[in-house]
């Protein structure tokens, strides 16, 4: 079972920019599609980007592309997810997670989350 754990959160400035970092517990890392959430407060859980295990391909939501950046590193078992031009609206708990399936229609393992706070 692998854990992930994600990192880089923070406050910032509208405009600003963060990497996320999620940072896997061993090396099985390297066969799971990965993806990135956000959960904005009172609402649902949001997906935002996946990748698959090769970092070959990539899907992403509306609500972040062109401004959204997902990519991986297997040597160091570490997902990334790059936020550009940060809205007041990307406020929110975001999560890593693992599939075994391409496209990912479901996740296998979950992140605990880091908090997200976009300043007007």
């Known amino acids: 079972q692998v854990q992930l754990a994600e990192s880089g959160g923070g406050l910032v400035q509208t405009g600003g920019s963060l990497r996320l970092s999620c940072l896997a517990s061993?090396?099985?890392?390297?066969?799971?599609?990965m993806g990135w959430f956000r959960q904005a407060p009172g609402k649902e859980r949001e997906w935002l980007a996946a990748?698959?295990?090769?970092?070959?391909?990539?899907l992403s939501a509306e609500s972040g592309k062109g401004r959204f950046t997902i990519s991986r590193d297997n040597a160091k078992n570490t997902a990334y997810l790059q936020m550009n031009s940060l809205k007041p609206e990307d406020t929110g708990v975001y999560f890593c997670?693992?599939?075994?399936?391409?496209?990912?229609?479901?996740?296998?393992?979950w992140g605990q989350g880091t908090q997200v706070t976009v300043s007007s």
């Open positions: 997670a693992a599939s075994t399936r391409w496209p990912p229609i479901s996740w296998t393992y």
């Open positions: 061993d090396r099985t890392f390297s066969s799971y599609h």
């Open positions: 990748i698959n295990w090769s970092a070959d391909r990539t």
